[in-house]
């Protein structure tokens, strides 16, 4: 499988501000990006989505405070999160939905860690 490579994540006050990164490389014929977070005991949780026709998609605990975009140029796609909370405290993966000629393949990041302190 394919490896996204994360940056971006750290430690982080409540109420403020990281921007994860996430290298795509050459894939091709990309449905859609997106970024999941797992905290600790817990499933882990879609917190945003880009398809790429443009249409964005946000879990509830986010919208407002986060933001999924990509720079085509440098085929990286980026999660901007504002406001932090100490519920955000998680390890952020990216993701990769890929069509293929059976289906579509999923990529993922190894992960990162987020650590909002209150």
């Known amino acids: 499988q394919r490896q996204l490579v994360e940056s971006g994540g750290g430690l982080v006050q409540a109420g403020g501000s990281l921007r994860l990164s996430c290298a795509i490389g050459s894939i091709s014929r990309i449905n859609s990006m997106g970024w999941y977070r797992q905290a600790p005991g817990k499933q882990r949780e879609l917190v945003a989505a880009?398809?790429?026709?443009?249409?964005?998609n946000y879990a509830d605990s986010v919208k407002g405070r986060f933001t999924i975009s990509t720079d085509n140029a440098k085929n990286t796609v980026y999660l901007q999160m504002n406001s932090l909370k100490p519920e955000d405290t998680a390890v952020y993966y990216c993701s990769v939905d890929r069509s293929t000629f059976v289906g579509t393949t999923r990529y993922w990041g190894q992960g990162t860690q987020v650590t909002v302190s209150s």
């Open positions: 880009l398809t790429s026709g443009g249409s964005t």
